[in-house]
């Protein structure tokens, strides 16, 4: 059922025919990576606590998480905090969708920090390495 959903949103968003580039610019993205690291971040917490929670994820915590996994050095110089947390978000739904991380490894992944801010660092860590991210791949967007 899972991979039938990822199948469906890779078709579409036809993400094969983007670049990362695009991905990481692109704020629409970011809004199902909105969905998704809130998702991951809620599942996660839920497992530790037994109870049902609901969490939301902030623009401090992605751009702190950005900054610790090295996206931020991997990005135009000249993005706000809430550029850093779109890209973030982005790089973290498209890793999802292009099948290169389940919500599973996700999940797993979060559960491994110490705090919930190291686990966003983890995921967004996971995404990158993952999605194949490299500096060159992003680094010439002009922050548009």
Same mark, same amino acid.
């Given at each position: 059922m899972a991979d039938d $959903? +990822? #199948?469906r949103l890779q078709k579409a968003l036809e993400l094969q025919h983007l670049s990362l580039l695009c991905i990481v610019k692109d704020n629409r993205l970011s809004k199902l990576g909105d969905a998704v $690291?809130? #998702?991951i971040a809620s599942v996660s917490e839920t497992v530790r606590l037994g109870i049902p929670t609901g969490l939301r994820v902030d623009n401090? %915590?992605?751009t702190k998480a950005v900054r610790e996994s090295g996206l931020r050095e991997r990005l135009a110089h000249r993005r706000n905090r809430h %550029?850093?947390?779109d890209a973030a978000e982005a790089l $973290?739904?498209?890793?999802w969708i292009k099948g290169n991380v389940t919500m599973g490894e996700y999940v797993e992944t979060m559960l491994r920090g110490e705090s919930l801010q190291d686990g966003i660092t983890? +995921?967004?860590s996971l995404a990158i390495?993952?999605?194949g991210v490299k500096k060159d791949d992003v680094k010439n967007d002009q922050g548009s």
């Open positions: $959903i +990822v #199948f $690291i809130n #998702f401090k %915590m992605l %550029m850093l947390g $973290i739904a498209y890793a983890l +995921v967004l390495d993952r999605a």
